[in-house]
């Protein structure tokens, strides 16, 4: 449950499109979506206040934030996601498929548990959880329904993955995701300080430049990782307030870009358009709510833990 705002590229054709399959007590989805920026309200946050998200990316990703944690979404990983946390992100073209599933089936606690969680499949839990995951959805395609024994074990293993968390595995590769976890948490705390830089992470975290490198080699290196962080949350400023006179030069400047043109420039390179044109969209078209009034009550039947038979054939939303 979140609202949408679509993002005025040239790559865009302004098309959403998105499967449901409801069962008894969780509800199965695929997605096939543009670039656009989302964000969860209160009162949407409310409503999935018992339910997690268990989502797999093929393709795109996100960018954005869930309170102080970066919720970064990557092609081929799976991510858990409490849906009671607001969120404001940047959506890219993306393929995903995801399971909405009550928190107490798999024992998930808000006050345990983190409420984005990562699951990798170098892991023997990872692996299992990916398994099970891919049945469900190969029932789904080929059937129209889901064996509740492969359902079962979808559960199982997102149980042992949430048991196991931080204590199975290569130890050493955990230090190092916990490390770059908190290193990109204060990043996206620091956004608008000026003497943001590679120096101030390795005195702050005592790393070598060489870690520090590695660390965001697939980020294209430090300083691409946090120009294109800043470059997110000011295009989050734009779509979500009023454009007027002078605002795109106050966003870019909030944001530390040295110039209008060097911010001009960072937004055509990464959306093909001007800021000013991001979302250029008429009213009637700038905001949906995802999912419908249907599936609203449908989520609130599997918090509920009503075991009132419905439809398993997929629903067009």
């Not at 102080?68 to 498929?97: A, H, K, T, W």
């Not at 023997?124 to 959805?137: K, P, T, W």
């Amino acid at each position: 449950m979140y609202d949408m705002t679509p993002i005025h590229s040239h790559r865009n054709t302004g098309t959403y499109t998105t499967k449901y399959w409801y069962f008894d007590r969780f509800m199965v989805t695929r997605v096939n979506s543009e670039a656009s920026v989302v964000g969860r309200s209160r009162s949407q946050a409310e409503a999935g206040a018992g339910l997690v998200a268990l989502l797999r990316y093929f393709d795109g990703g996100v960018r954005g934030v869930m309170g102080d944690f970066s919720i970064d979404r990557d092609p081929g990983q799976m991510y858990l996601i409490d849906q009671e946390q607001r969120v404001d992100c940047i959506q890219f073209p993306n393929e995903v498929q995801g399971v909405f599933i009550p928190k107490d089936l798999i024992g998930y606690d808000p006050d345990l548990h983190r409420p984005f969680i990562r699951f990798s499949d170098n892991r023997v839990q990872g692996a299992l959880l990916y398994r099970a995951f891919d049945r469900v959805f190969r029932d789904v395609a080929d059937q129209n329904m889901v064996d509740l024994t492969a359902f079962d074990q979808l559960l199982a293993c997102i149980k042992m993955s949430l048991g196991s968390d931080h204590r199975d595995g290569d130890v050493r590769r955990q230090a190092r995701d916990a490390l770059a976890d908190m290193i990109r948490a204060y990043v996206d705390r620091n956004l608008t300080q000026i003497d943001l830089s590679a120096a101030a992470i390795l005195k702050n975290f005592g790393l070598s430049r060489a870690s520090l490198f590695r660390m965001f080699e697939s980020d294209a290196g430090f300083r691409r990782f946090v120009n294109r962080r800043r470059l997110h949350r000011a295009v989050l400023d734009i779509a979500q307030k009023p454009l007027k006179r002078g605002s795109i030069s106050e966003v870019a400047e909030r944001w530390g870009f040295s110039s209008d043109s060097s911010f001009n420039r960072s937004v055509r390179n990464e959306f093909g358009v001007s800021p000013g044109s991001l979302v250029d969209i008429p009213t009637h078209n700038l905001s949906f709510v995802v999912p419908t009034d249907q599936i609203i009550a449908h989520t609130q039947r599997i918090q509920e833990g009503h075991n009132t038979p419905l439809p398993t054939r997929p629903t067009r939303g």
